[in-house]
């Protein structure tokens, strides 16, 4: 059964950083793209990153964030530095065949997790 899991989300103060994990299982993660993608309260969800052969980021989070992939914990991680009150979202983590354009891939995406809660709040 195929399974991504998120973990990592929490509350942090304007300018920190946090790290959020994308666990899975029943497939191997190198074998597929996957993204991270977030929803604020009232918006709709959207791309943040993918990773597949390449990188890709959506402009907002451009040299703030940093998506990675570990294989041998078959997770995949996303790095967010200088963090802002306007990255509260819960972030998703999803998979696809490949990477979809970052501005329609809330509506490629395969599997999806359940998302993790980030807060950017002093």
């Known amino acids: 059964q195929v399974q991504l899991v998120e973990s990592g989300g929490g509350l942090v103060q304007p300018g920190g950083s946090l790290t959020l994990s994308c666990a899975a299982s029943g497939f191997t993660l190198d074998s597929y793209a996957i993204a991270w993608l977030r929803q604020a309260p009232g918006n709709e969800r959207e791309g943040v990153s993918c990773i597949s052969s390449s990188e890709y980021y959506a402009d907002s989070v451009k040299g703030r964030f940093t998506i990675s992939r570990d294989k041998g914990k078959n997770t995949v991680y996303l790095q967010m530095n200088s963090l802002r009150p306007e990255d509260t979202a819960v972030y998703y983590c999803?998979?696809?065949?490949?990477?979809?354009?970052?501005?329609?891939?809330?509506?490629?995406?395969?599997?999806w997790g359940k998302g993790t809660l980030v807060t950017v709040s002093s």
């Open positions: 999803a998979s696809a065949r490949l990477c979809p354009p970052i501005a329609t891939m809330q509506y490629l995406m395969e599997n």
